[in-house]
């Protein structure tokens, strides 16, 4: 049994530690249905999805999946919207939030909409939606916190204020003249009702009940028509893995380079599962670091240097800061095991050939001593410049603490003993003078 889920900010990552069989992939965008419904998965669940700014997923990619005999699950976000649309055709609608949907009591997207941080940061909501504003003073009212009338001012005041910018204190200052209001604020931290939340992990317990019991199969009668348009994405996504092959093959033809970006390849691959299972992610601070860094030595200090490089490296915005994440990510999970590098890290260097000469290189420096008419004096400013504009042919970086720690070492002062050691060591008698 194969499920794949589309889910973001409706689900935080540890609420889906229930399902593991559950392939999770991030929120469904035009195209991606098709995608996952070739690789005929036992079941597709749509929770959340982009609908501004992105390309939505198409109704037609859902029924081609239909088509194909795959059953389809919509909940809670973009799932229930989709499945409202398409219950005639088969797709599986589940939750409250659907309910409502079709029988009128809710019509506007704004509903389910929310704003959310990206994927590096896990998807995080920053705005409330409107169907857990209703949820949450309908339990207020059942419970007798609030009467139906304040029940009423605090669902008019949150539908007055935009999806991106609803969220509770926003609510509670809207309405916090009018009487009858106070105890439901104070209420609020252990009585509120995350509708979308409970309408997904419905849909998730009902695709397991489904397939494990599955209904004798049947024909389907559905069809996606095959116009142009819908010609043009299953072409243009059909190319995208033969032209992938095609560069992997091309790289193929230089195989030291293959056999280095295949290492760094399997790095990144152990990194992100790394991060997976102990739910790490980079913050934005470490991503704006490596983002400063990248367009610093790609020369892409322009924003549309930057652009047109995305362009030509079939990248976009999103894409490009989950390449960024990924090389946080190995950052971390490097840094997390710095004490146990250094024995494999002398393995790698004997196979390679060049730990006889580095052996030899810092037996000379332990061994040096300065003559005493030949000291050499040099401030630190002096010696960074030398050691990586000179040597390194690079700027100092910005950030000589991350610099150092992502070289293995404790920290500024550690890099800068080592530098002074090294500058040291060639400006004497027994070193190259560079």
Same mark, same amino acid.
């Given at each position: 049994? +194969?499920?794949?889920?589309?889910?973001?900010?409706?689900?935080?990552?540890?609420?889906?530690?229930?399902?593991?069989?559950?392939?999770? @992939?991030?929120?469904?965008?035009?195209?991606?249905?098709?995608?996952?419904?070739?690789?005929?998965?036992?079941?597709?669940?749509?929770?959340?999805?982009?609908?501004?700014?992105?390309?939505?997923?198409?109704?037609?990619?859902?029924?081609?999946?239909?088509?194909?005999?795959?059953? %389809?699950?919509?909940?809670?976000?973009?799932?229930?919207?989709? *499945?409202?649309?398409?219950?005639?055709?088969?797709?599986?609608?589940?939750?409250?939030?659907?309910?409502?949907?079709?029988?009128?009591? @809710?019509?506007?997207?704004?509903?389910?909409?929310?704003?959310?941080?990206?994927?590096?940061?896990?998807?995080?909501?920053? +705005?409330?939606?409107?169907?857990?504003?209703?949820?949450? %003073?309908?339990? *207020?009212?059942?419970?007798?916190?609030?009467?139906?009338?304040?029940?009423?001012?605090?669902?008019?005041? *949150?539908?007055?204020?935009?999806?991106?910018?609803?969220?509770?204190?926003?609510?509670?200052?809207?309405?916090?003249?009018?009487?009858?209001?106070?105890?439901?604020?104070?209420?609020?931290?252990?009585?509120?009702?995350?509708?979308?939340?409970?309408? *997904?992990?419905?849909?998730?317990?009902?695709?397991?009940?489904?397939?494990?019991?599955?209904?004798?199969?049947?024909?389907?009668? %559905?069809?996606?028509?095959?116009?142009?348009?819908?010609?043009? @994405?299953?072409?243009?996504?059909?190319?995208?893995?033969?032209?992938?092959?095609?560069?992997?093959?091309?790289?193929?033809?230089?195989?030291?380079?293959?056999?280095?970006?295949?290492?760094?390849?399997?790095?990144?691959?152990?990194?992100?599962?790394?991060?997976?299972?102990?739910?790490?992610?980079?913050?934005?601070?470490?991503?704006?670091?490596?983002? +400063?860094?990248?367009?610093?030595?790609?020369?892409?200090?322009?924003?549309?240097?930057?652009?047109?490089?995305?362009?030509?490296?079939?990248?976009?915005?999103?894409?490009?800061?989950?390449? &960024?994440?990924?090389?946080?990510?190995?950052?971390?999970?490097?840094?997390?095991?710095?004490?146990?590098?250094?024995?494999?890290?002398?393995?790698?260097?004997?196979?390679?050939?060049?730990?006889?000469?580095?052996?030899?290189?810092?037996?000379?420096?332990?061994?040096?001593?300065?003559?005493?008419?030949?000291?050499?004096?040099?401030?630190? @400013?002096?010696?960074?410049?030398?050691?990586?504009?000179?040597?390194?042919?690079?700027?100092?970086?910005?950030?000589?603490?991350?610099?150092?720690?992502?070289?293995? &070492?404790?920290?500024?002062?550690?890099?800068?003993?080592?530098?002074?050691?090294?500058?040291?060591?060639?400006?004497?008698?027994?070193?190259?003078?560079?």
């Amino acid at each position: 049994m +194969s499920l794949a889920v589309f889910v973001g900010p409706t689900l935080p990552r540890d609420a889906l530690d229930e399902f593991p069989e559950v392939r999770i @992939l991030p929120p469904v965008r035009q195209g991606d249905v098709y995608r996952v419904a070739k690789d005929r998965p036992s079941a597709i669940g749509i929770i959340d999805g982009y609908f501004e700014g992105v390309p939505s997923v198409w109704h037609k990619e859902i029924l081609w999946a239909l088509e194909q005999g795959i059953p %389809v699950f919509g909940s809670a976000s973009m799932g229930a919207l989709r *499945a409202v649309e398409l219950a005639d055709f088969g797709m599986i609608g589940v939750g409250q939030i659907f309910e409502d949907y079709v029988a009128g009591v @809710l019509q506007d997207d704004d509903e389910v909409a929310v704003v959310h941080s990206p994927a590096e940061l896990g998807y995080q909501s920053l +705005s409330v939606p409107m169907v857990s504003v209703r949820a949450t %003073v309908s339990r *207020a009212e059942t419970v007798g916190v609030i009467e139906p009338e304040t029940a009423a001012r605090i669902i008019g005041a *949150a539908k007055a204020i935009h999806y991106r910018d609803r969220n509770w204190p926003d609510i509670e200052n809207a309405v916090t003249e009018h009487a009858g209001t106070e105890g439901f604020f104070k209420w609020l931290p252990k009585g509120q009702v995350d509708a979308k939340a409970e309408d *997904a992990r419905a849909m998730l317990r009902m695709m397991f009940d489904y397939l494990s019991d599955p209904p004798a199969p049947q024909n389907s009668n %559905v069809r996606a028509e095959r116009t142009l348009v819908w010609k043009t @994405l299953r072409n243009r996504i059909d190319a995208e893995a033969t032209e992938s092959d095609a560069v992997i093959d091309e790289l193929r033809l230089t195989p030291e380079l293959y056999f280095d970006l295949r290492a760094r390849a399997v790095l990144r691959l152990l990194a992100q599962e790394e991060a997976d299972r102990v739910d790490l992610s980079p913050d934005r601070e470490v991503l704006l670091r490596h983002m +400063s860094d990248h367009r610093s030595s790609t020369g892409l200090t322009r924003k549309a240097d930057l652009m047109q490089w995305l362009r030509t490296n079939d990248l976009n915005p999103e894409l490009y800061e989950a390449m &960024l994440s990924g090389a946080a990510q190995i950052d971390a999970v490097t840094e997390a095991r710095s004490t146990r590098l250094n024995a494999p890290l002398l393995t790698e260097l004997k196979r390679s050939g060049r730990y006889a000469d580095l052996r030899d290189r810092a037996d000379k420096k332990t061994q040096l001593v300065a003559p005493s008419d030949r000291k050499i004096s040099a401030d630190r @400013l002096h010696m960074l410049i030398w050691f990586f504009e000179t040597n390194l042919d690079r700027d100092v970086p910005d950030d000589l603490e991350s610099y150092a720690v992502s070289l293995g &070492l404790s920290g500024r002062d550690a890099l800068y003993d080592l530098i002074e050691a090294e500058f040291l060591y060639c400006h004497s008698d027994t070193g190259s003078t560079a």
